[in-house]
């Protein structure tokens, strides 16, 4: 049996649940730039539409939608803010269902594909759409727990899962910055499949109105930042890149605000609750946000040589070789998957 949590919302003063179909709204309005094209996508009623919108604008006390003749519909600011805290709120809400489907299913002993590789990794959006392409186009299953790399690391030293998805930028060659990886790898025991290359760098409102390039303009504007949490990869960047410009982590306002995944690290700043995050390139086109370069790395899957020949395993790499994968990677910005299902020693680390 598989059970699956959903998240609503709730008027703290009335205790009045926001209409399931208000938000799928606001964001097909924000996509399409019309009120036509949205419900004509969502299949409502122009009646019904303006209904749910003028209800809840009333309740909340404030515009959600901007309406202008001749230029279409566009969310307000109080609209922008609702459907940005529901998308980082969901975001947070995803990386528990992974853990709670495998609770449920070595419980229950029943309810999830033969095929299955259980997977820690640094969150990654191309892994969370292979996840959900695979069981209906390849028979396989992943069972997929996000957290930081070295969690995810310490999680396959240890025996507890499968595959660990750890990324690292390319250039790093000091001994001291990739000890952390290393040390919860084996040399012999373990080998790395390549999955992506992705670019990361500054996530800012949209046309970078405080022109930044690195993070001394943080420091030097006095702008909000939204961090990484302890321990993931992205975090691991961020401290280095602090250290190399010469600055100390506590003189950025908003260090110690942390999120869990790119998409809510972006849902953040669109929201207007922080100037500046750090994360995916794909993340930020999603939220409409400008994005500034810093670093290109790599994502990889570790794996034990003992697992090579699993089924399920073989089974991975060939789609990460495939069309599937392909079809995948090529929809979000900002990744390349030349090399994708290449094996590799952990040497490769220092390459």
């Known amino acids: 049996m598989r059970i699956v949590p959903t998240l609503s919302w709730a008027l703290v003063e009335t205790d009045e649940t926001l209409d399931a179909r208000l938000l799928p709204l606001l964001g097909a309005i924000r996509a399409k730039g019309s009120l036509a094209a949205a419900v004509a996508e969502l299949g409502l009623s122009y009646r019904a539409a303006w209904g749910l919108l003028r209800n809840f604008q009333r309740m909340l006390g404030a515009p959600l939608v901007e309406l202008e003749v001749g230029r279409g519909a566009r969310l307000a600011p109080a609209g922008e803010k609702l459907l940005a805290g529901h998308r980082a709120a969901?975001?947070?809400?995803?990386?528990?269902?992974?853990?709670?489907?495998?609770?449920?299913?070595?419980?229950?002993?029943?309810?999830?594909?033969?095929?299955?590789?259980t997977v820690t990794a640094s969150h990654d959006l191309v892994l969370a759409a292979l996840r959900d392409a695979l069981p209906a186009a390849a028979g396989l299953s992943l069972d997929l727990a996000f957290m930081g790399s070295l969690h995810a690391l310490q999680q396959f030293a240890e025996g507890r899962t499968d595959l660990a998805g750890f990324h690292v930028p390319f250039g790093v060659h000091a001994a001291g910055e990739l000890a952390p990886f290393r040390r919860l790898l084996r040399a012999r025991r373990d080998r790395l499949i390549r999955v992506v290359d992705r670019d990361q760098g500054?996530?800012?409102?949209?046309?970078?109105?405080?022109?930044?390039?690195?993070?001394?303009?943080?420091?030097?504007?006095?702008?909000?930042?939204?961090?990484?949490?302890?321990?993931?990869?992205?975090?691991?960047l961020i401290d280095r890149l602090i250290a190399d410009e010469g600055l100390e982590a506590s003189s950025l306002i908003g260090y110690a605000n942390e999120e869990f995944t790119?998409?809510?690290?972006?849902?953040?700043?669109?929201?207007?609750?922080?100037?500046?995050?750090?994360?995916?390139?794909?993340?930020?086109?999603?939220?409409?946000?400008?994005?500034?370069?810093?670093?290109?790395?790599?994502?990889?899957?570790?794996?034990?040589?003992?697992?090579?020949?699993?089924?399920?395993?073989?089974r991975l790499i060939e789609v990460l070789r495939g069309s599937i994968f392909a079809r995948i990677a090529g929809t979000l910005p900002g990744y390349r998957r030349e090399g994708a299902g290449t094996v590799v020693g952990v040497e490769a680390l220092d390459a």
């Open 90 to 117: 969901a975001q947070r809400l995803e990386r528990i269902l992974p853990a709670l489907a495998v609770e449920l299913g070595s419980r229950a002993g029943r309810g999830l594909p033969a095929a299955r590789l």
């Open 262 to 314: 790119h998409p809510a690290v972006a849902a953040t700043v669109a929201s207007g609750a922080a100037d500046a995050g750090f994360g995916l390139r794909a993340a930020a086109a999603e939220y409409g946000l400008t994005f500034v370069p810093r670093v290109r790395e790599r994502y990889y899957l570790a794996v034990r040589a003992s697992a090579l020949a699993m089924p399920a395993v073989l």
């Open 202 to 236: 500054f996530m800012l409102p949209r046309g970078n109105p405080s022109r930044v390039h690195g993070f001394r303009d943080l420091v030097r504007k006095r702008l909000r930042f939204v961090n990484r949490q302890r321990g993931s990869g992205t975090r691991l």
